[in-house]
């Protein structure tokens, strides 16, 4: 079956610093994959997507990779900001309908 | 344009009880997902309406059921509530006609306590 593995936190940054978070997934097929962010209180929003191989999704700093030859997805950030802190999960599709397979989450907490 | 809306926010019940949730889908969208999201975990699929009928389901039990109306809105009920059951309920909007994950938009969530 498929499923996403994350990084575990909290993860505790200095504002500017590099962030990375780790995502490696299983899956049959050839899956989408896709990073959420979610603010205390808040439902999950799209940061950014990949649909195939070699493809680099990218949003407000955010980037990833889609390497299919290591089964990854890691988001990174060159320079975080208080405002980056939230919950951030990696997620894959393998199309039909609307099930998304997501990992545990990984807390990020920036400080000042 | 209002995004998904969902109600209650929070609620708080006993096992053995019964729960409906509601959510209303963002302007123009015809399907609606449920997700659980249990505290530290990551959402977890629980069905899909579209045309109101149920078209895909996750793992989960015949405790949890659901209901979409034709105005595009649904409901999500469990019953013989367990203490387990307490988690964020997600609920997730899209077109059918551009489905896929990356159209989904997701409500804010209904937390469910169970004591």
């Known amino acids: 079956g498929n499923s996403v593995t994350q990084m575990e936190g909290p993860v505790t940054l200095s504002e500017e610093a590099f962030l990375t978070i780790n995502c490696t997934y299983t899956a049959t097929g050839y899956p989408s994959l896709f990073w959420y962010v979610q603010y205390p209180g808040e439902g999950l929003q799209l940061l950014l997507k990949a649909t195939k191989a070699d493809d680099k999704g990218s949003n407000k700093g955010f980037e990833a990779t889609y390497r299919k030859e290591t089964t990854s997805f890691h988001l990174e950030k060159g320079s975080v900001q208080v405002s980056d802190s939230a919950v951030y999960f990696c997620a894959l599709f393998t199309g039909g309908g609307n099930k998304l397979t997501f990992g545990t989450g990984t807390q990020l907490k920036v400080e000042l | 344009d209002a995004g998904v809306t969902q109600s209650p926010t929070h609620l708080i019940k006993t096992r053995g009880q019964q729960v409906t949730l509601r959510c209303s889908p963002k302007s123009g969208h015809d399907t609606v997902s449920w997700y659980q999201q249990a505290l530290g975990q990551g959402p977890q699929f629980i069905f899909q309406?579209?045309?109101?009928?149920?078209?895909q389901r996750g793992n989960f039990p015949d405790r949890f059921s659901g209901h979409q109306f034709p105005n595009y809105s649904s409901e999500l009920n469990v019953n013989a509530l367990l203490l387990g059951d307490s988690a964020l309920y997600l609920c997730?909007?899209?077109?059918?006609?551009?489905?896929?994950?990356?159209?989904?938009?997701f409500g804010a969530g209904s937390r469910l306590t169970v004591l």
């Open positions: 309406y579209y045309e109101e009928e149920e078209r």
């Open positions: 997730a909007s899209s077109l059918v006609a551009t489905s896929g994950a990356n159209v989904l938009t």
